[in-house]
């Protein structure tokens, strides 16, 4: 009896995953084996062609590493500008108004005599 794979393929990450049956000759008796595999369905291609899986995880892995590395590359670049901070000169600051002093009532005394 066929089952249904579709629904278990699908992932919430975004990535569409295919299940590739190949039948493969058997060397010792001569008689055909179906070779069941999950893979991604962008590699399909990949696969037939020859390529291993593991093959294609290196590649991916190697590309990911490019792409981390040339984004780093931008930073450090951008990085030099942003940190070094902009001197702006120093205002001087005017000296505050001196506040008139309270006259106490004993002063005003004096100054009255």
């Given amino acids: 009896m066929a089952k249904k794979v579709v629904a278990s393929l ?8 295919a299940k590739l049956i190949r039948s493969v000759k058997s060397e010792k008796t001569g008689a ?4 069941e595999e999950i893979i991604i369905e962008d590699h399909v291609k ?7 899986q593991q093959d ?3 590649e991916i892995r190697a590309k ?5 590395a040339a984004k780093l590359a931008v930073q450090k670049e951008e990085a ?9 000169p120093k205002k001087e600051e ?8 309270e006259v106490s009532k004993e002063d005003k005394k004096s ?3």
């Fill in 10 to 17: 699908r992932n919430k990450s975004g990535v569409k995953y």
């Fill in 32 to 35: 055909y084996v179906y070779k």
């Fill in 46 to 52: 990949d696969i037939l062609a020859g390529k291993s």
């Fill in 56 to 58: 294609i995880i290196n």
């Fill in 64 to 68: 990911e590493k490019e792409a981390e």
């Fill in 80 to 88: 030099p500008a942003a940190e070094a901070p902009k001197e702006e």
């Fill in 94 to 101: 005017a000296p505050a108004a001196e506040a008139p002093k």
């Fill in 111 to 113: 100054d009255t005599e």
